[in-house]
């Protein structure tokens, strides 16, 4: 059965870097503030976010193009996206170190965020990270860029993102969402500028390890722990042994959640901000 999500009432719009951002700030206590993946947008964290905001600061926001932010239609960069969390915190009057949550891709920019920026990250969680080695695309980024955003054109012009965004989005999140919040959700990745945001982020997919590989040598890591979800799948166990690479190459510990889907912040609500409270004692 399909995990179910509702989407809270928006936040607060701010000018971060130039970009009109969404950006939501529940709870009272240490903060917290956590990255989605691809495609990510701030209500798939909203059950932990009830989890954690009784005794926690949860910031959430949406980066440009997802959820509710304006896009730029720029492609992101690891650098890029850890200085726009520095910015975010600074936005929102955060100046206590911070627990950075990065899921999947999110994770990147997380880890960049705790090596760029040491003084502001009291500790890591990578939840289902990407873990990719640097390589040498197929395709100059300018072709996968110009591709990206043609594709995203030919989509929204056709109808074709308005037939089948919300499935796939529902499928890519094995989630439901509630039927009252149905209408928010099917409005965003209904947009063009999601889309088009979506396929410029996938876009840049190959040429992001490299970069985060040039910064682990920045600084060192804070308290980090690598969570990976083990959904008993074939490949499950190929990507779990990623998983313990991973936790070891950044001296971290490991936590396995099973059963857990890849999104396990909608699948594994409780457990997941378990696991984020506990890195905050």
């Known amino acids: 059965m399909a995990a179910r999500f509702h989407v809270k009432p928006s936040g607060r719009f701010l000018q971060v870097n130039g970009s009109k951002l969404h950006v939501v700030v529940d709870g009272g206590g240490p903060p917290v503030l956590v990255c989605g993946g691809l495609a990510g947008n701030w209500f798939d964290w909203d059950a932990v976010t009830r989890a954690l905001e009784p005794d926690h600061t949860v910031i959430r926001f949406d980066r440009p193009g997802f959820g509710l932010s304006a896009p730029t239609g720029r492609p992101p960069t690891v ?39 040491g003084d502001r990250a009291s500790g890591l969680v990578l939840l289902d990270a990407s873990v990719e080695p640097p390589r040498q695309p197929a395709l100059p980024s300018r072709w996968r860029y110009g591709l990206a955003t043609a594709a995203a054109a030919v989509a929204s012009r056709s109808g074709l993102q308005r037939l089948c965004a919300p499935t796939v989005h529902r499928l890519a999140h094995q989630s439901e969402p509630d039927a009252a919040t149905v209408p928010l959700m099917e409005r965003i990745v209904t947009e063009p500028s999601y889309l088009r945001a979506v396929l410029l982020e996938n876009a840049a997919y190959t040429d992001l390890p490299a970069e985060l590989a040039s910064i682990r040598g920045v600084g060192p890591l804070p308290d980090t722990l690598v969570v990976a979800a083990d959904q008993g799948l074939p490949w499950s166990p190929a990507w779990l042994r990623t998983q313990r690479r991973l ?24 457990a997941v901000a378990a696991l984020i409270a506990g890195m905050t004692v």
């Open 79 to 117: 650098r890029g996206e850890a200085e726009r969390i520095c910015a975010v915190l600074d936005a929102v009057g955060v100046v206590d170190p911070v627990l950075i949550v990065g899921h999947s891709m999110g994770g990147w920019y997380a880890e960049a965020f705790a090596r760029l920026h």
């Open 247 to 270: 936790a070891a190459d950044l001296g971290a510990r490991l936590e396995i959640l099973r059963p857990a889907r890849h999104t396990a912040m909608i699948d594994r609500p409780a």
